[in-house]
C-alpha cells in the first residue's frame, strides 16, 4: 500500500476565516435584535448603510491593489466591521457620518495597512472614533431606550430623519430623543457623569424612576444580549476566555472598590458591567485575534489594561463611554505585551 507525503501541519482546523467571520456576525444578532426593539428601525437602516460602504470601500481598494475582488469579500470580514460600527452608534445619526466611519476604517484603518490580518488596530473602533472626536454631539444624542421608543417612528420616518435631517413633522434628532425621555440623558454613564458633577449623589441617581425603568433597564438588556452572544462564541471557541474575563474582572474589581470608599461618587460594579458598550467591547471588540495579545498571559494583561482603562475614562475622562479609547491605547501596546508574555522555550 502507497501513501501520500505531505508536510506538516498534519491536523486542521475545519474553521476558516470566512467561517468565523459569520458565527461571531451570527452572535451579533441577539444585540441587534436587542437593539432593534429598544431603538427601532434607525439599526436597521445603519446597518444596511454601514454594510453597502463596507463592501463598496473594500472593492474599490481591492481593485486598485489588483487583487481578486469576490475572493477577498467572501471572508466576510468586512461585513463583521460594518457591523460593530452600526450597533455602536446612535440609530438616528445622519446617514454620511455612518458611511464616513465606516469607509475610513476599511480604506485607512484596514487596508492602507496591506488588509486582512496586517492592521495594528481595530478598524471599527477606528471608524467610531473617527466620529466621536470629529461630532461629539451628535455621537452622544442617542435616545432613551424604551420598547415605545421603536413604535414612534415607521420606518418611511426612521429615513427621514436618517437622510433628511427631521420628522414628516419638522421633528429633529434631538426633538424627537426629548420628546421620549423628557430630558437631555444621553445613556446611563452620560447621566449618572454630568449629575455626579452636579452635585447630586450617585446612589439617589440610580434608584430614581427615570434611571432605572427607562434608560438602564433598556442597557441592560442589551449588554445581556451581547453576553449570550459572547457566551455563543466561548461555546463555539472562536474566542480565548482570558481576554474577556480580565477585562470585567478588572472593570468590576475598580468600580467595586471605588464604590466602597465612596458611593456617593462611583455606581455599583453592576452598573458600570451592564452599562454603554461594556459587553460588545468585552467579546466582540478586544477578542479580534488580529488587534489583540496572542499568548495566554498577555491576553490576561491586555484585557485587565482595556478593563482598567475603561474605568479611568468614564469617571476621570471626557467622555462617558471610554471601551473605544481604551482598545486602541492597547492595542499599541500588543507587540510589547506580545514580547514578554512569551513562554520560555524548553531547553533555553
Same mark, same amino acid.
Given at each position: 500500500?502507497?501513501? =501520500?507525503?505531505?508536510?506538516?501541519? &498534519?491536523?486542521?482546523?475545519?474553521?476558516?476565516?470566512?467561517?468565523?467571520?459569520?458565527?461571531? $456576525?451570527?452572535?451579533?444578532?441577539?444585540?441587534?435584535?436587542?437593539?432593534?426593539?429598544?431603538?427601532?428601525?434607525?439599526? !436597521? /437602516?445603519?446597518? +444596511?448603510?454601514?454594510?453597502?460602504?463596507?463592501?463598496?470601500?473594500?472593492?474599490?481598494?481591492?481593485?486598485?491593489?489588483?487583487?481578486?475582488?469576490?475572493?477577498?469579500?467572501?471572508?466576510?470580514?468586512?461585513?463583521?466591521? =460594518?457591523?460593530?460600527?452600526?450597533?455602536?452608534?446612535?440609530?438616528?445619526?445622519?446617514?454620511?457620518?455612518?458611511?464616513?466611519?465606516?469607509?475610513?476604517?476599511?480604506?485607512?484603518?484596514?487596508?492602507?495597512?496591506?488588509?486582512?490580518?496586517?492592521?495594528? /488596530?481595530?478598524?471599527?473602533?477606528?471608524?467610531?472614533? !473617527?466620529?466621536?472626536?470629529?461630532?461629539?454631539? %451628535?455621537? @452622544?444624542?442617542?435616545?432613551?431606550?424604551?420598547?415605545? @421608543?421603536?413604535?414612534?417612528?415607521? %420606518?418611511?420616518?426612521?429615513?427621514?430623519?436618517?437622510?433628511?435631517?427631521?420628522?414628516?413633522?419638522?421633528?429633529?434628532?434631538?426633538?424627537?430623543?426629548?420628546?421620549?425621555?423628557?430630558?437631555?440623558?444621553?445613556?446611563? $454613564?452620560?447621566?449618572?457623569?454630568?449629575?455626579?458633577?452636579?452635585?447630586?449623589?450617585?446612589?439617589? !441617581?440610580?434608584?430614581?424612576?427615570?434611571?432605572?425603568?427607562?434608560? &438602564?433597564? +433598556?442597557?441592560?438588556?442589551?449588554?445581556?444580549?451581547? !453576553?449570550?452572544?459572547?457566551?455563543?462564541?466561548?461555546?463555539?471557541?472562536?474566542?480565548?476566555?482570558?481576554?474577556?474575563?480580565?477585562?470585567?474582572?478588572?472593570?468590576?474589581?475598580?468600580?467595586?472598590?471605588? &464604590?466602597?470608599?465612596?458611593?456617593?461618587?462611583?455606581?455599583?460594579?453592576?452598573?458600570?458591567?451592564?452599562?454603554?458598550?461594556?459587553?460588545?467591547?468585552? /467579546?466582540?471588540?478586544? @477578542?479580534?485575534?488580529?488587534?489583540?495579545?496572542?499568548?495566554?498571559?498577555?491576553?490576561?494583561?491586555?484585557? =485587565?489594561?482595556?478593563?482598567?482603562?475603561?474605568?479611568?475614562?468614564? &469617571?476621570?475622562?471626557?467622555?462617558?463611554?471610554?471601551? =473605544?479609547?481604551?482598545?486602541?491605547?492597547?492595542?499599541?501596546?500588543?507587540?510589547?505585551?506580545?514580547?514578554?508574555?512569551?513562554?520560555?522555550?524548553?531547553?533555553?
Amino acid at each position: 500500500m502507497s501513501f =501520500a507525503i505531505a508536510v506538516s501541519p &498534519h491536523g486542521h482546523s475545519q474553521k476558516s476565516t470566512s467561517s468565523v467571520m459569520r458565527l461571531t $456576525l451570527l452572535a451579533l444578532v441577539p444585540g441587534i435584535a436587542a437593539q432593534c426593539y429598544l431603538f427601532g428601525w434607525g439599526v !436597521l /437602516f445603519q446597518l +444596511g448603510l454601514a454594510i453597502l460602504t463596507a463592501l463598496v470601500s473594500e472593492a474599490v481598494i481591492l481593485r486598485m491593489r489588483n487583487y481578486v475582488v469576490s475572493a477577498s469579500l467572501k471572508d466576510s470580514s468586512a461585513l463583521l466591521t =460594518a457591523a460593530l460600527i452600526a450597533v455602536a452608534i446612535p440609530p438616528l445619526l445622519p446617514w454620511w457620518m455612518v458611511v464616513l466611519a465606516t469607509a475610513f476604517a476599511i480604506i485607512i484603518a484596514k487596508q492602507l495597512y496591506g488588509g486582512l490580518g496586517q492592521n495594528p /488596530f481595530n478598524p471599527a473602533m477606528v471608524g467610531y472614533v !473617527l466620529l466621536l472626536v470629529s461630532f461629539p454631539a %451628535p455621537m @452622544t444624542n442617542w435616545m432613551a431606550p424604551q420598547a415605545v @421608543t421603536a413604535q414612534l417612528l415607521s %420606518p418611511a420616518e426612521t429615513a427621514a430623519v436618517i437622510f433628511q435631517g427631521k420628522t414628516s413633522e419638522g421633528l429633529t434628532n434631538y426633538q424627537l430623543k426629548t420628546l421620549v425621555d423628557g430630558s437631555t440623558m444621553a445613556t446611563p $454613564l452620560d447621566h449618572l457623569k454630568t449629575e455626579s458633577k452636579r452635585g447630586h449623589s450617585v446612589d439617589t !441617581l440610580v434608584t430614581s424612576a427615570n434611571f432605572t425603568a427607562v434608560s &438602564h433597564e +433598556g442597557w441592560r438588556w442589551i449588554n445581556l444580549s451581547f !453576553l449570550a452572544g459572547g457566551i455563543l462564541l466561548f461555546m463555539l471557541r472562536l474566542i480565548p476566555w482570558q481576554t474577556p474575563v480580565a477585562m470585567l474582572g478588572t472593570l468590576a474589581a475598580a468600580s467595586a472598590l471605588a &464604590h466602597y470608599l465612596a458611593p456617593a461618587q462611583f455606581a455599583m460594579p453592576e452598573i458600570e458591567l451592564l452599562s454603554g458598550a461594556t459587553m460588545l467591547g468585552a /467579546f466582540f471588540i478586544i @477578542t479580534d485575534p488580529v488587534t489583540s495579545s496572542t499568548t495566554s498571559r498577555g491576553r490576561l494583561v491586555f484585557g =485587565a489594561l482595556v478593563g482598567g482603562l475603561v474605568f479611568i475614562i468614564r &469617571h476621570f475622562g471626557g467622555y462617558p463611554d471610554g471601551v =473605544a479609547f481604551s482598545v486602541l491605547l492597547c492595542n499599541i501596546l500588543v507587540p510589547l505585551i506580545d514580547k514578554y508574555s512569551q513562554s520560555r522555550v524548553y531547553g533555553h
